[in-house]
């Protein structure tokens, strides 16, 4: 598993509490995929699956 990552472009995270909550409504993006990458993904990255 490759991981790609950068902090360029982040705010302050504490001004969007409700941004999982907020991705996981949006219609836009399928149910499963919201899963693979708000859980899934980051429990195999982390070992936890």
Not at 5 to 34: M, N, W
């Amino acid at each position: 598993m490759a991981v790609i990552g950068t902090d360029y472009g982040h705010h302050d995270p504490s001004s969007e509490v409700l941004a999982v909550q907020k991705f996981r409504d949006d219609l836009r993006v399928d149910p499963s995929i919201c899963n693979k990458i708000l859980e899934s993904i980051a429990a195999a990255l982390y070992g936890l699956k």
